[in-house]
């Protein structure tokens, strides 16, 4: 098996040291230690017999599609894409018609239970689906019919995950996510727009080495992924606690890099890795290229973060409460000032700080 892999893996020069510092990278993002890149390398390695994947695309704009199949080499797309057997993939496949439908099929039945759903888009559900057809059936019978005897379903994206902007409002065709529509139970939410191809890696990585998704959120996202906010972990965040903000593009404060919050960015409300993954193998994100977060992974961004450049009315902070862009600088001024107050009380209270100061056997 190893020598079909490394055989497999030649023609793209990713080489058996290449093969284990990504699995080191995966072990990162998964929250492991190294400990664990050599199993994580056997799971990979013995992909041939685990869960074939299918891949269905629905109501989008095939982001997701586009956000693995463009990604730079070596990749983690054209590894997975040739260890795993990916059986069904409607939107890069190579038959169509009858010929694609007979391999959808005959993959469901030889792997009954044990594949892998990957599905991309909305299920529009109004009018009994009638807003998709695939094949003769509504996108809405399709996706039931193929997570049935699935081992675990992927909503790859804002859209399969929430329903994003095909459900937006009006939202004619009742499009929804997938796991209101076939229960939430397998499913695990991918939730930006497009889904990061490094998190949909790591999450089917996840499944081969241990046999069950990465550990959920409340909304089923994968916490490894999505279990800090952008807030936490922007570079920009000095700017923010210090009360420095853009107030229009093209000023002198973007310039320097000031914090975005003033001009809509929604990442002090927005769980996501972005900033630690990035995009476009790792080569930028958001932010970083000077544009705030818009908050695509959360649920109905796109009805409750718009307009997408006005900002939030207010954030909340811990310890402080909910407070104004014009008073967060302020605030937070109080709240170390207060901060340094508790230390200092509970410095005497314990008697590190002796009433006369160093001298009587106090800090030094």
Not at 52 to 66: H, L, P, Y
Not at 229 to 241: A, D, K, L, Q, S
């Amino acid at each position: 098996m190893e020598e079909q892999l490394y055989k497999k893996l030649a023609p793209y020069g990713i080489s058996r040291r290449d093969f284990l510092k990504y699995c080191g990278s995966l072990a990162a993002m998964l929250g492991l230690s190294e400990l664990y890149v050599p199993q994580i390398a056997a799971a990979v390695e013995e992909a041939a017999r685990r869960p074939a994947v299918i891949w269905m695309g629905m109501s989008g704009c095939t982001g997701d599609t586009e956000q693995i199949a463009k990604s730079f080499n070596p990749t983690p797309a054209e590894l997975v894409l040739d260890i795993l057997s990916v059986d069904y993939w409607d939107t890069l496949m190579a038959p169509a018609g009858e010929q694609a439908e007979k391999s959808l099929k005959d993959s469901m039945e030889e792997n009954k239970g044990k594949y892998i759903v990957c599905i991309e888009g909305a299920i529009p559900t109004a009018d009994d689906g009638a807003y998709l057809t695939i094949a003769g059936k509504t996108g809405l019978e399709t996706t039931k019919e193929v997570c049935k005897d699935a081992a675990a379903v992927i909503a790859v994206g804002s859209c399969a995950s929430f329903g994003g902007i095909p459900a937006a409002k009006p939202n004619p065709s009742g499009a929804k996510g997938v796991g209101e529509v076939i229960g939430e139970d397998k499913v695990v939410n991918i939730s930006t727009c497009p889904a990061n191809y490094t998190w949909v890696v790591g999450t089917i990585v996840n499944y081969l080495l241990l046999g069950e998704l990465p550990e959920l959120d409340d909304l089923q996202r994968p916490k490894p992924f999505f279990g800090q906010t952008i807030h936490e972990n922007c570079p920009r965040r000095g700017h923010f606690e210090a009360g420095e903000f853009v107030e229009e593009f093209g000023s002198e404060e973007e310039a320097k890099g000031y914090c975005l919050y003033k001009v809509g960015c929604k990442g002090p409300e927005t769980y996501a890795a972005c900033p630690k993954t990035r995009w476009n193998n790792k080569t930028n994100w958001c932010i970083d290229a000077g544009a705030p977060c818009m908050g695509c992974s959360e649920p109905d961004f796109w009805d409750k973060n718009a307009p997408l450049y006005e900002r939030m009315p207010g954030v909340s902070l811990p310890g402080i409460g909910n407070v104004s862009a014009d008073t967060i600088g302020a605030a937070l001024g109080i709240a170390t000032a207060a901060g340094l107050g508790v230390h200092l009380i509970g410095q005497i209270a314990t008697g590190r700080l002796g009433k006369g100061g160093p001298e009587e056997g106090g800090d030094k």
